[in-house]
């Protein structure tokens, strides 16, 4: 499939401020997102002026859009000379002549109240034209939300798909000695930035998981005297049980809708899985085979889900329909399949698979064709889908301790993630409102 950027209107409304810039929009510059071994965009973002944070907010758009391998972001000792003005359209030959195709400009201001706005338009440096413009309004303490919303908007219309910037990671943090680790549950926005610790590490913390809003998260406690399951509000810090089990529970994870939570439980020697409805916090159960059935993750429409089982002799990826009925196996590689989890388009279902000494996050079709393993490693495992299914951050130990990785839906695109410190089990947010 091949996106390209997306025709908008010939005049934009800025948000709250009346303004309009004209300009015709144009289809010119192409960001194919599917390609394995696209050549990144060159794209020129100079500083903002107008706030003392103007340098920093350039730098997190700048690394933002970097990050996703789509753009390079030209180097600010090149750019002309002379300032730019967000009132007026910019002379396109001295951008030409470093060979940016695209341009960044902005202003940053203080309101009456206080408020940072931040105002910025985006260029098609060949064509001439004005392809976007907006404005953003925040407490100045957000600037780098703001900053995030910004690259967001430069990612969807240069690429047709929605940005994964303006979002948080939900994790547990590690640290101690193996065997006497020390596991709190954490938050952090996708660049490692603000990171914060949700829990005291009094308890082992496991298998965090988003609401469909990104304002609730549920994990599962564990203690000396079994296992709870937790639904924390990130704002408020109000925690409530949702049940306590003598022995463990295993990935709880939202329906779409947020109205219920579906996880397994081993309950007289047997793991099955079990859902909630979380009005009522009546349970139901979904599976009843004598196998290991687990880490059940719900399809975008809620009308599926997933899970691994060993019911065939080794563990393997199942689908049922949402009330345990229909359910049929759809991986049949060599290998052991574990911890699948629904893309947020409802197109791939990732995965961790073990063959031999190596492990593997790899992706396939809801119905089990196309499988593509995109990593190999003494130990990768756990894979979290970014909004915008493009982008996976997984867990991965390569002997000293576990980290967060991150790769693309290709392959192409594989580091470590800008946490530096021990972590596992990493659940991406949706978009913040």
Excluded: C
């Amino acid at each position: 499939m091949r996106s390209w950027l997306v025709a908008l209107l010939a005049a934009l409304a800025l948000t709250g401020g009346g303004l309009a810039w004209p300009g015709p929009a144009r289809a010119d510059i192409v960001v194919n997102v599917d390609q394995g071994a696209t050549q990144p965009l060159p794209i020129a973002i100079p500083v903002f002026p107008g706030a003392p944070v103007a340098g920093q907010l350039r730098e997190v758009i700048a690394a933002d859009l970097a990050r996703s391998g789509l753009f390079r972001p030209l180097d600010p000792a090149t750019f002309p000379a002379a300032p730019l003005d967000v009132s007026t359209q910019p002379a396109f030959d001295p951008w030409k002549a470093i060979s940016a195709q695209a341009l960044v400009d902005g202003r940053i201001t203080l309101d009456a109240g206080g408020r940072l706005k931040a105002d910025f338009r985006l260029w098609d440096v060949y064509a001439g034209d004005q392809l976007y413009a907006q404005q953003f309004s925040a407490s100045p303490e957000a600037w780098r939300r703001v900053a995030h919303k910004i690259a967001d908007a430069i990612y969807e219309k240069l690429t047709g798909q929605p940005g994964y910037f303006d979002t948080r990671i939900v994790f547990v943090a590690e640290s101690g000695a193996r065997g006497r680790r020390v596991r709190r549950l954490a938050i952090m926005d996708q660049d490692g930035a603000n990171p914060t610790y949700l829990t005291d590490g009094s308890y082992g913390a496991y298998f965090p998981h988003f609401s469909a809003n990104s304002q609730e998260v549920t994990y599962m406690a564990l203690r000396s005297t079994g296992s709870t399951v937790y639904l924390l509000n990130i704002a408020t810090g109000r925690q409530e049980a949702l049940g306590h089990f003598p022995g463990m529970v295993f990935a709880p994870r939202f329906s779409p809708d947020g109205g219920r939570v579906a996880l397994s439980a081993e309950r007289d020697g047997n793991t099955d899985v079990y859902v909630m409805n979380l009005a009522n916090h009546a349970w139901a159960r979904l599976t009843t085979d004598p196998a290991i059935d687990t880490s059940p993750s719900f399809s975008p429409d809620g009308r599926q889900i997933v899970f691994n089982s060993d019911r065939g002799g080794s563990p393997q990826l199942y689908m049922m329909s949402a009330d345990g009925s229909n359910v049929h196996r759809i991986s049949f590689g060599s290998g052991r399949y574990t911890t699948p989890v629904w893309s947020p388009d409802g197109k791939l279902i990732a995965f961790t698979k073990q063959e031999g000494s190596q492990f593997h996050i790899g992706v396939m079709s809801p119905g089990g064709s196309s499988e593509r393993l995109l990593t190999t490693s003494y130990l990768d495992e756990g894979p979290t889908w970014a909004p915008n299914s493009r982008v996976i951050m997984f867990a991965r130990d390569t002997g000293s301790g576990s980290h967060l990785w991150t790769v693309d839906v290709s392959g192409r695109l594989l580091g470590p993630a800008l946490y530096p410190l021990g972590a596992s089990d990493p659940a991406w947010s949706a978009l913040l409102p």
